[in-house]
Nanobody
Framework: QVQLVESGGGSVQAGGSLRLSCAAS????????VGWFRQTPGKEREFVAA????????VYADSVQGRFTISRDNAKNTVSLQMNSLKPEDTAVYYC?????????????????WGQGTQVTVSS
């Protein structure tokens, strides 16, 4: 089992950058696929980015491709999301997710572990 705690959210103007971090508990973090989803009021959770448990190329939503970068540090049990060229439509609560021996799936139900979320607000 793993517990996830996000940090780094906040408010920024359009065109700016933010870096989200997620700290994971547990000794086998490297065995987990990790990723990020986001949600706005009244909408379903939306896939943002993910990396499979064995590493390799990351997967991104089309809406963030080229602007966001996901990375993981298994030695520090952390996963990060660097967000550049932010747009007002990126405003959402961002959730860190994990799944044991998972692939980089894009569906929320494929992830068993979720953080509490961190708010990102981008103003125009």
């Amino acid at each position: 089992q793993v517990q996830l705690v996000e940090s780094g959210g906040g408010s920024v103007q359009a065109g700016g950058s933010l870096r989200l971090s997620c700290a994971a508990s547990g000794r086998t973090f490297s065995n987990y696929a990790v990723g990020w989803f986001r949600q706005t009021p009244g909408k379903e959770r939306e896939f943002v980015a993910a990396i499979r448990w064995s590493g390799g190329s990351a997967v991104y939503a089309d809406s963030v491709q080229g602007r966001f970068t996901i990375s993981r540090d298994n030695a520090k049990n952390t996963v990060s999301l660097q967000m550049n060229s932010l747009k007002p439509e990126d405003t959402a609560v961002y959730y860190c997710v994990a799944q044991l021996f998972g692939l980089a799936r894009v569906t929320a139900m494929d992830y068993a572990y979720w953080g509490q979320g961190t708010q990102v607000t981008v103003s125009s």
